[in-house]
Every structure is written in structure tokens, then in C-alpha cells.
């Protein structure tokens, strides 16, 4: 796989070798109704050790990402029937941003204003037809650099460092970004009884540990149409999508039943640890205003002797 032309710096072979462990993982999209195309970059990626699916349109490509949520890389042809490459683009884009998945156009056209559609309309890249392998290939590694770069930043920013939980920024901008859904709203505010106790008698990396767990469970706990952030040191939200108050209230006391019969197993040994928790139901106001009255029920939780859930 080393390139026999010796002009490729030390770190570019060793950034091709890690590249080449990681292909094994990733699985690619070959759209093209021409089979010898289709054949001959299944054959320079499998070279490479990527995981290839073929379609040989765009509503077959479709059809594919649909099931196949994990693609990463879409190289699509323009010329095809029914929809062309730059509209399949298009159709993808409308529900997969570019962190979601890269895309690379082909075409053997000699349009000189291809490239430029495809990219303008969404792609990352685009390769004339015939091209060489070195570039198809240095092209390939570039996108899937960059989609691993936005991927990387994306979980920064949206995801805790220690309990891997979302961030206190991703519920407001998820949220706003739904702003104008319709469909009941409710949300759940936990804070965890005296763990302050907990870091004071067995050690911080005790309480890392516990806050680990405790979100990995509240992850765990409640099926679909749920989001898990961790709001502040030990406090943490969820909010139901199409669930009442009642009905959270009732979710909400079923998992402190858990926490409360399955101690969490820590280093310093098993730990039972109980929270409090304030559950309302967003009206029209702002999600500000809830999360306000779901701290004042939550301060009401811990006033009336913690381990309790309060709507
Ligand atoms: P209460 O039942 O009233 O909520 O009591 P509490 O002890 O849980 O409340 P308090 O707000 O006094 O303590 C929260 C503690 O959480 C204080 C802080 O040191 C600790 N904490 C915050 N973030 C982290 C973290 O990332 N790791 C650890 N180990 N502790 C943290
Ligand atoms: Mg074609
Ligand atoms: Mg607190
Ligand atoms: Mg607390």
C-alpha cells in the first residue's frame, strides 16, 4: 500500500496506515449505472480496504442510505437514468448534512461547469473521469479526513467529556432548531442527592465514576423519542418528546426504583445513590420558563427530603 514514488513524506505514510486500519470500518456508496465504473472503483477502494456497496442508480442509492445509516462516503456518477448525480446530491443533502456523510461526484462529461454544480449543490469533491489512481485515492483520504474532523468537533461541542451525555448547549440549539414542532413537550430535571458527600469521602474520581454510570443508566432507561444532557456538575435533564407530565412523572419514579434496588459499583465499592427530580409539561412559553418551574419542583423534591420526583 506504501506508494513506490519515495517523494510521499514519512508522515503521509504513516497518516495512509492509519487510514488503512480505519477503512476496514468504513463503508462506501458507489452509485453509477455504468457496471465497468462501478466495478473498477469498487476494485481501487477495496484496495484501500473499505467496505463497498454498489447501486446502479440514484432511487437504488437511496434506497440503500435509507437502510444503511452508517455510510460515509457517497462517490456518485452524474450521468444516470432517472435522477442524475447532481439531483441524487441534492435529494441526500435535504436530510444528510456533511457530518452526516461525504460526498464525492464523478463524471465522464467534458462539461467544464460540472465540478462546480456538483459541489455548489453539495458535494465535497469531484473527480473527472478517467482520472488517476493516486488522485482518486489522495482525494478519497482527504474527504474522509474532513468528515472525520466535522465529526470530531461536532462531539466536542455537543457532547460531555466525562459522561459522554449531550451538552447543555445541544438541548437549547436541538431544541430551537424544533422550535416550531408541534407535539407535547415534557422535561425532567435531576440532581443527585449529597454527592457532595460522595466526592468528600471517597475522592473526586469516585464521583466520576458514579456521574459515568448514572448517565450511561438514564441513557439506557427510557426507549426512544428521549434527550439525555448533563446541565451542570451533577444535574441532569431529560426531555420527553409526545409525553405528558403524568406520564413522565411516572418513567421518572420507575427508573429511581432502579437506581435505588442497583447500586452503582465504583472502585471504593457499591454505591446506592438517589436524586431528586422536578417534571413539567411545556406549555407555549419559552423552554426557559419550564426549566424554571422544573427547578422549582426540583428544589421542592430536595426540601421534602430527596429521593423523590415532584411534577
Ligand atoms: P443536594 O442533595 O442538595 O443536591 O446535595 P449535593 O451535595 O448533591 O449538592 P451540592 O450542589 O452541594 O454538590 C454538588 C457537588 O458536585 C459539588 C461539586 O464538587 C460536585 N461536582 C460537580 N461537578 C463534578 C464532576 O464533574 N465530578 C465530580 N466528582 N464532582 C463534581
Ligand atoms: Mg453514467
Ligand atoms: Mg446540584
Ligand atoms: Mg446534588
Not at 432517472?82 to 461525504?102: F, K, P, T
Not at 426507549?223 to 426531555?239: K, P, Y
Request: proline share 2%; charged share 25%.
Amino acid at each position: 500500500y506504501i506508494p513506490k514514488d519515495n517523494r510521499y513524506s514519512y508522515q503521509y505514510v504513516v497518516k495512509l496506515i492509519d487510514r488503512l486500519y480505519r477503512n476496514q470500518y468504513v463503508k462506501v456508496l458507489v452509485a453509477d449505472d455504468s457496471v465497468v465504473s462501478r466495478k473498477f472503483v469498487r476494485m481501487l477502494l477495496e484496495h484501500h480496504l473499505f467496505q463497498v456497496i454498489e447501486a446502479n442508480d440514484g432511487e437504488e442509492a437511496l434506497a440503500i442510505l435509507a437502510r444503511e445509516p452508517d455510510i460515509q462516503l457517497l462517490i456518485t456518477d452524474y450521468n444516470m437514468p432517472n435522477i442524475d448525480g447532481v439531483e441524487l446530491i441534492l435529494r441526500i443533502r435535504e436530510s444528510y448534512n456533511r457530518e452526516a456523510i461525504a460526498i464525492i461526484g464523478l463524471s465522464n462529461d467534458n462539461d467544464e461547469s460540472l465540478s462546480a454544480k456538483f459541489i455548489k449543490n453539495g458535494a465535497d469533491d469531484f473527480l473527472q473521469k478517467p482520472f488517476v489512481h493516486e488522485e482518486f485515492h489522495c482525494r478519497v483520504l482527504n474527504t474522509l479526513d474532513s468528515l472525520d474532523m466535522m465529526r470530531n468537533l461536532w462531539a466536542k461541542a455537543n457532547r460531555d467529556y466525562l459522561t459522554k451525555a449531550y451538552t447543555r448547549r445541544y438541548f437549547f440549539t436541538e431544541h430551537n432548531a424544533n422550535e416550531g414542532e408541534s407535539g407535547t413537550l415534557s422535561v425532567a430535571l435531576i440532581d443527585l442527592d449529597f454527592f457532595k458527600k460522595i466526592n468528600d469521602t471517597y475522592g473526586h474520581d469516585v464521583g466520576d465514576q458514579v456521574l459515568v454510570e448514572f448517565a450511561q443508566r438514564l441513557e439506557n432507561a427510557f426507549g426512544a423519542n428521549f434527550t439525555v444532557a448533563r446541565f451542570g456538575g451533577e444535574e441532569f435533564v431529560v426531555a420527553f418528546k409526545g409525553l405528558d407530565s403524568t406520564k413522565t412523572t411516572t418513567l421518572m419514579n420507575k427508573f429511581r426504583g432502579q437506581c435505588e434496588a442497583n447500586p452503582i459499583s465504583t472502585t471504593a465499592g457499591d454505591l446506592t445513590v438517589s436524586f431528586s427530580c422536578g417534571v413539567t409539561t411545556k406549555s407555549t412559553e419559552s423552554l426557559d420558563h419550564a426549566l424554571h418551574r422544573a427547578d422549582e419542583l426540583l428544589y421542592q423534591a430536595k426540601a421534602a427530603g430527596r429521593n423523590q420526583v415532584i411534577s
